[in-house]
């Protein structure tokens, strides 16, 4: 498997620190309220799922299968495999998101299966112009995905009912 730079394989201590790193400086700015994010050994790797509050009564789901490729506990060598990060107003509809877990998806312009979908968030339908091929080299951290969330709600934040709210999250 082909990946770009920053999903090339990673020490699981190490891809743990970069992730709490990540997540403590959207929190630290308050953009982040909680979250419930977990990393659980399964088999064959680690599942990293649960929700990430944001501003604005967004909420990040996230669903993340991170193999393990050698070795084992802090020091096993990992690298994501499938990931789905969905964007949306809670109790409303989706904003976006990113994977690479649609069965069979691959369309003819589409290189690889790493894709965004974009969604009329006002009315919750799948716009003319989603997917988006990302391809292999461009798949986005949940980081940088983090921050797509941030520009989106400063960009729309007048627009939104409770903008000042971090919304519940759902409790696994």
Known sequence: MRTGIKHQPNRFRSYQEIHSTVISQFKARDFIGAETLYFESIAYGISLAGEIACLGNIVVSVQKFIEIL????DNALVQTKWYSYN???RGQYN????DNQDDGFLRP???DEHHKHIFDWKTGEELPNSPV???EDNWLTLGEVLQEVEDWYWQNREKLAKPDIYPELDLR
Do not use: K, T
Request: no cysteine; glycine share 18%.
């Open 70 to 73: 050698d070795g084992s506990g």
């Open 133 to 135: 091929w990302l391809g």
């Open 87 to 89: 964007v949306f107003i």
């Open 109 to 111: 312009d589409h290189q």
């Open 95 to 98: 904003i976006f998101r990113y």
